[in-house]
């Protein structure tokens, strides 16, 4: 396996203003990925891709070089993680380095730990589009609602189910921990891939920071930890 490490953290961040360097605990938010990353790869296939110069700063007081400033067009609200990522791979292809596989971490995801992306990397193959971090959904959709065209709710999926442990379950991406086939991704975005293998992940170790609410429930986690 020849990996890239993708770390992406664009500056405008708007649910809670400058999150990616924002202290939890004493900590610049970014930090806790680039050390997971940096207990399992090398720097110089650690890649932080951000548009900010003072996102560059804080990242790169971990002993990192980020290589790249991300494009303007590639930082806007509307830019997808589909072009960033083969974005980074490119620019390192140029550079004479040519990975087949991507780990894609987000710095949202402050509590992943290294045990957790062993563990998934143990689950990828090349014959697989990608792994991808999971946690059980609480809104099974055996249980969620839409309205139809009269305004009256019906079920978003219709089922037998009255008991609600006798549902399938149900799993939603937690956005921790990508690893990802690059000659697929070259082929087709994330969204369309079919051969994806799920790795499992506690709640706990689940939270994503999003919102302002997130962000306080992150700070109550560092301090159980810490504890």
Same mark, same amino acid.
């Given at each position: 396996?020849?990996?890239?490490?993708?770390? /992406?953290?664009?500056?405008?961040?708007?649910?809670?203003?400058?999150?990616?360097?924002?202290?939890?605990?004493?900590?610049?938010?970014?930090?806790?990925?680039?050390?997971?990353? &940096?207990?399992?790869?090398?720097?110089?296939?650690?890649?932080?891709?951000?548009?900010?110069?003072?996102?560059? =700063?804080?990242?790169?007081?971990?002993?990192?070089?980020?290589?790249?400033?991300?494009?303007?067009?590639?930082?806007?609200?509307?830019?997808?993680?589909?072009?960033?990522? $083969?974005?980074?791979?490119?620019?390192?292809?140029?550079?004479?380095?040519? /990975?087949?596989?991507?780990?894609?971490?987000?710095?949202?995801?402050?509590?992943?730990? +290294?045990?957790?992306? &062993?563990?998934?990397?143990?689950?990828?193959?090349?014959? $697989?589009?990608?792994?991808?971090?999971?946690?059980?959904?609480?809104?099974? $959709?055996?249980?969620?609602?839409?309205?139809?065209?009269?305004?009256?709710?019906?079920?978003?999926?219709?089922?037998?189910?009255?008991?609600?442990?006798?549902?399938? =379950?149900?799993?939603?991406?937690? +956005?921790?921990?990508?690893?990802?086939?690059?000659?697929?991704?070259?082929?087709? /975005?994330?969204?369309?891939? =079919?051969?994806?293998?799920?790795?499992?992940?506690?709640?706990?170790?689940?939270?994503?920071?999003?919102?302002?609410?997130?962000?306080?429930?992150?700070?109550?986690?560092?301090?159980?930890?810490?504890?």
């Amino acid at each position: 396996m020849k990996a890239l490490v993708v770390i /992406p953290a664009r500056g405008g961040s708007k649910g809670v203003p400058r999150k990616n360097i924002k202290l939890l605990s004493n900590k610049p938010l970014i930090h806790y990925t680039i050390e997971v990353a &940096q207990e399992l790869f090398d720097n110089d296939i650690i890649c932080v891709s951000t548009d900010d110069e003072e996102i560059i =700063k804080v990242s790169e007081e971990k002993g990192i070089k980020v290589p790249f400033v991300r494009p303007s067009f590639l930082a806007l609200d509307t830019s997808g993680s589909y072009e960033v990522l $083969l974005h980074a791979v490119s620019f390192y292809e140029n550079k004479g380095y040519a /990975p087949d596989t991507l780990i894609l971490l987000q710095p949202t995801s402050p509590f992943r730990r +290294g045990t957790h992306i &062993q563990e998934a990397l143990k689950l990828y193959s090349n014959h $697989l589009d990608m792994v991808v971090s999971v946690k059980e959904t609480k809104s099974n $959709l055996y249980h969620t609602f839409e309205e139809n065209e009269d305004g009256f709710l019906k079920r978003s999926t219709e089922a037998s189910f009255t008991r609600r442990q006798d549902c399938p =379950k149900v799993w939603e991406y937690n +956005g921790a921990i990508y690893i990802i086939n690059i000659a697929s991704l070259k082929k087709e /975005p994330i969204a369309d891939f =079919k051969k994806i293998v799920k790795y499992e992940m506690d709640e706990f170790s689940s939270h994503d920071i999003d919102t302002v609410f997130d962000w306080e429930i992150a700070e109550l986690i560092v301090k159980k930890i810490y504890n």
